[in-house]
């Protein structure tokens, strides 16, 4: 059984950054197999992709409201996949959830919608203050 634990939120100003991080444990899981990708949800709003990348982690993707401010890495060595947010805005507020395609892809196939992901964590609170 796959596990997934983020950690790394909490409360910052706007124009802060914060680092978020998802920890992927299991007994048969080759962690650089799988896209992995990290969501949020806004009270109010629907899950929506913030950024993914390929299990090789040479492709990425970021959704339009993050692009330039958001970066997506992973170590596959750690088993471990990051989210570093800079230039934080009251907009970024959310709940941050790390998510796991666990289909056999190519290593440079990144994933962008939610129905393609198998597990997720639990997920992390972010807030940013204006």
């Known amino acids: 059984q796959v596990q997934l634990v983020e950690s790394g939120g909490g409360l910052v100003q706007a124009g802060g950054s914060l680092r978020l991080s998802c920890a992927a444990s299991?007994?048969?899981?080759?962690?650089?197999?799988?896209?992995m990708g990290w969501f949020r949800q806004a009270p109010g709003k629907e899950r929506e992709f913030v950024a993914g990348i390929s299990g090789g982690g040479v492709t990425k993707k970021y959704g339009d409201s993050v692009k330039g401010r958001f970066t997506i890495s992973r170590d596959n060595a750690k088993n471990t996949v990051y989210l570093q947010m800079n230039y934080l805005n009251p907009e970024d507020t959310a709940v941050y959830y790390c998510?796991?395609?666990?289909?056999?892809?190519?290593?440079?196939?990144?994933?962008?919608?939610?129905?393609?992901?198998?597990?997720w964590g639990q997920g992390t609170q972010v807030t940013v203050s204006s």
């Open positions: 299991g007994r048969t899981f080759t962690f650089g197999r799988y896209a």
């Open positions: 998510a796991a395609d666990l289909r056999p892809l190519n290593p440079s196939v990144v994933v962008t919608t939610i129905a393609e992901y198998d597990r």
